[in-house]
């Protein structure tokens, strides 16, 4: 993101006579991060593809608030919640006073040059936060990289246990439940279902009077204080969102003739004078496809093995063959053998056990 925010503000810069925009630049209200708008529009989708197929009456929603700052520290209390871990710090003074100007990786107390490292590297989703901040000697950092921190601790148990006692829970999910959960049930009451709200807490007391065991489907079952749950489930649906292809990178040329993709931001961040001797390279493909099949359509082939399969597809790199997972392999057959049932609709449905 950060990457995609400063090639548009050199596009910006690049632009003669352009008439000022600082008019337009406010959020609406209600706005919401995409992450969290393209969760709710797969809650909306299932919602509305159940109330096709089942005479459905009533929707349970769990509201559950969580304190993050109480999820950190568990005796915080009063004013201590408007004053946080650097009250009167700076954030390196006080990781370095919090590790005692020792190497979290290595121990080392005698290194030429000290640094702040993030345990969970940037790159890989990992947060600014001090819970994520050690102090590294400069040859572990080089070393480490962008490595998580159990590969390259995996020799080091001891080490690898006192690093992660640093880190805490991670917020984010915690963040977003308590934003998604209001807009949820308003885009319900604006469906015209019937919405009701419980507690968190009465899902948990529900579960251990019944003696069920925490799964999600079993709260979910326990939300709303039933009287009774007259059988468990063994088994589960699982559906899992893969996209429907529509992503910018994956769509065909704007309205001006310019490609749009990874391939033609990394075009536009060439020199001028390179530009001008190199092709634009073009967007993207949604996926492979053979024989009228694309990967993640559900098909049907024969195998002389195995008999007759259904799966979601997968093609090879040579376009001539259609894969589905079979006992946690993948089995191929040629394209002529394979038999589209429905097209990718953006996910993918699985049964497993309820554990």
């Known amino acids: 993101m950060d990457r995609r925010r400063s090639l548009r503000r050199n596009r910006r810069g690049r632009l003669r006579n352009r008439q000022p925009r600082f008019d337009n630049r406010t959020r609406p209200a209600g706005w919401l991060a995409p992450s969290l708008v393209t969760r709710l529009a797969n809650t909306e989708t299932w919602v509305r593809r159940l109330c096709a197929l ?71 989703g990992g947060t600014n936060r001090v819970s994520n901040l050690v102090v590294s000697c400069q040859d572990c950092n080089i070393e480490k990289g962008n490595q998580p921190v159990e590969e390259f ?16 829970h991670r917020l984010a999910d915690a963040s977003q439940m308590n934003i998604i959960v209001p807009e949820l049930i308003r885009r319900l009451s604006d469906m015209d279902i019937p919405t009701t709200e419980y507690d968190a807490y009465t899902t948990s007391w529900v579960r251990r009077q019944l003696g069920v065991p925490k799964t999600h489907v079993n709260d979910a079952l326990c939300v709303g204080a039933p009287d009774a749950v007259m059988m468990m489930p063994l088994m589960k649906t699982v559906v899992r969102s893969t996209g429907r292809g529509d992503r910018q990178m994956l769509r065909p040329a704007d309205r001006h003739g310019n490609p749009r993709g990874q391939g033609y931001r990394d075009y536009c ?20 496809r053979v024989a009228g099949i694309t990967s993640g359509d559900l098909v049907r082939l024969t195998h002389r093995k195995h008999g ?19 006992g946690g392999n993948l089995v191929s057959v040629k394209a002529k053998d394979a038999v589209m049932l429905a097209r990718n609709n953006g996910y993918r449905v699985s049964i497993t056990n309820n554990e």
């Open 54 to 124: 089942f005479p459905v009456t009533l929707v349970r929603v769990e509201t559950a608030r969580f304190d993050t700052q109480l999820m950190q520290d568990a005796e915080v209390s009063g004013k201590e919640y408007q004053q946080g871990d650097l009250l009167g710090w700076q954030v390196r003074s006080y990781v370095f006073h919090r590790d005692g100007r020792k190497c979290a990786y290595c121990g080392d107390t005698k290194a030429e040059r000290y640094e702040t490292d993030h345990i969970v590297p940037r790159s890989r």
């Open 308 to 326: 007759v399969l259904k799966g979601y597809a997968g093609l090879d790199k040579k376009h001539s063959r259609v894969a589905v997972m079979y």
């Open 153 to 168: 601790l995996r020799h080091k148990p001891a080490r690898l246990t006192k690093v992660r006692g640093v880190m805490r």
């Open 269 to 288: 961040a060439l020199p001028r004078q390179r530009q001008g001797y190199t092709s634009c390279p073009g967007h993207r493909s949604r996926g492979k």
